[in-house]
């Protein structure tokens, strides 16, 4: 999220940064909101302004015997305090529609990541692994675990629907397996904190990050309360009170009846509210709202978080895109890794962060490449993104299996996220996170790489501590 006053003192900087990712300037019309902003608090502190003087100017008219003054100066007081409410309103428009402005802004790319329109202009830094040469056609990962019966995706459509998938056996075991050695590599050898954050967030979480409000259709939300029965019961009661209190006064009647229906219902509809959450998308939300609102001594820094964790996603935008297959499901599970520094150390972070999701692949012995993704292709609160792309002989192409992404402060400004430097005075920290990596992708490459021609799947070396010494799927 921005800082209004940094676009105002750099709207060139700010526009040519969006014109960059192929959108509109933008400056001026925030300006114009942010003008409406001062305006309204300008007026509303005037009024406040002139209402304390005037109240002090009744008590001296008084004094003086100016009786006629002092009316004209209450009848002035009262005027302000007519219009109050409308001041206070206008004051609460501006700010919000400043807000809602700036948090609708994706992050300004660095100086270094490449230009360009879509996943087409991203720009290819390196390579690792020779892909394996079969002597037989490659299979697709689905075709491999379904011809083991060890992966079924028809009943869990029947479960759940479509994006799901049950695996079983050697395929579960597998799955668990990824993940406890990415953890225990990132926990042992890179310096990771283990954490085991909650899979459930309330909005501010959400916001925090930037999931929220660009990315809502592709959010899972729970309301975790049940409106029907608790606060249903609490409304009547709620209502009932104050119609017997009205009955008793005798101030009952069909306006303030509705009155008082609107109000409980609307107290019920905000706990309601209140209580929704939303199911993670990726630990990325938890792990890095564990520092918001906070002021984390320098010493802290850096800190390094990483979590397993189940990830749910709609997929709204990725309507008819990988329907066959684990490559896009509402389900999955991936190993996060977060980091928060100071602002002068992220970039240097970013380069180790992406490194450590590196060393799975290498260790796993699986080809990939690594890309920096351009100015059109990358995510909404990032500055730079490494996209790491694991060889699948199956599909015959690289694809996505770690995203690595820095996205300096505009994420710790939407969370109120900072440090203390020797200095003394609070700063935004940098944010940083990578999946470390997709677990059930992971999961994709290693059936794909490593199948066999009878159908059968080698396990790779530095997996087999984990699957008891097995060195094939199946046994």
Known sequence: MYDIKWIRENAEIFDSGRARRGLEPLSTQLLAFDDSRRAAIGELQRAQERRNAASKEIGAAMKAGDSAKAEALKAEVAGIKENWPGLEEAERYAIAELDAALAAIPNTPLDEVPDGADENDNVELARWGEPRVFDFTPKEHFEIGEGLGLMDFETAAKISGARFVVNKGGLARLERALAQFMLDLHTNEHGYMEVSPPLLVRDDAMFGTAQLPKFLEDQ???????????????????????????????????????KVLHSQVSLALAEAARMQKWLIPTAEVPLTNLVRESILDEAQLPMRMTAGTYCFRAEAGAAGKDTRGMIRQHQFYKVELVSITKPEDSLEEHERMTGCAEKVLQL???PYRKVVLCTGDMGFASQKTYDLEVWLPGQGKYREISSCSVCGDF???????????????????HTLNGSGVAVGRAMVAVLENYQQADGSVDVPRVLRPYMGGLTRIPS
Do not use: H, W
């Not at 609490?234 to 005798?250: L, N, P, Q, S, Y």
């Not at 994420?411 to 920290?429: C, E, H, T």
């Open 411 to 429: 994420q710790a400004r939407r969370m109120n996220a900072r440090y203390r430097p020797a200095d003394g005075k609070p700063r935004f920290v």
């Open 364 to 366: 796993l012995e699986l």
């Open 220 to 258: 899972f939300l729970v309301n975790t309360t049940t409106f029907s029965d608790g606060l249903m019961r609490e409304t009547v009661k709620g209502t009932c009170e104050a119609i017997d209190e009205m009955a008793a006064d005798g101030t009952l009647n069909v306006a303030r009846i509705t």
